[in-house]
Nanobody, 125 residues
Framework: VQLQASGGGLVQAGGSLRLSCAAS????????MAWFRQAPGKEREFVAA????????YYTNSVKGRFTISRDTAKNTVFLQMHSLQPEDTAVYYC???????????????????WGQGTQVTVSS
């Protein structure tokens, strides 16, 4: 599985960005797809996840109501739509894929086997 993240950039506080993660695998029915982020000097942090086959989505509290994770099954692509961006959202954002993850472990980076290369999001104040 290869994941290619894109869509990062520099935006002012209050602005929006949409990240994309294109996946090489044809079928992800048993997979969870997620976005994590890592700011300089900090640990990698869970942002959002969804199950490829449909159903619940998961968000870290700090992005609820501002970020939306979605997928396009025809394009094998996962998106992260980000609104009302704040300087504290500045980080490298990574997409990840993991198979047969139990719900209680959705937020753990160790649950995911495949990672994209990361895309930088910088929010200026």
């Amino acid at each position: 599985v290869q994941l290619q993240a894109s869509g990062g950039g520099l935006v002012q506080a209050g602005g929006s960005l949409r990240l994309s993660c294109a996946a090489s695998r044809r079928s992800f029915n048993s997979y969870y797809m997620a976005w994590f982020r890592q700011a300089p000097g900090k640990e990698r942090e869970f942002v959002a996840a969804l199950k490829w086959s449909g159903g619940n989505t998961y968000y870290t509290n700090s992005v609820k109501g501002r970020f939306t994770i979605s997928r396009d099954t025809a394009k094998n692509t996962v998106f992260l739509q980000m609104h009302s961006l704040q300087p504290e959202d500045t980080a490298v954002y990574y997409c990840a894929a993991g198979e047969r993850i139990i719900v209680s472990s959705v937020t753990s980076p160790r649950s995911y086997d495949y990672w994209g290369q990361g895309t930088q999001v910088t929010v200026s104040s």
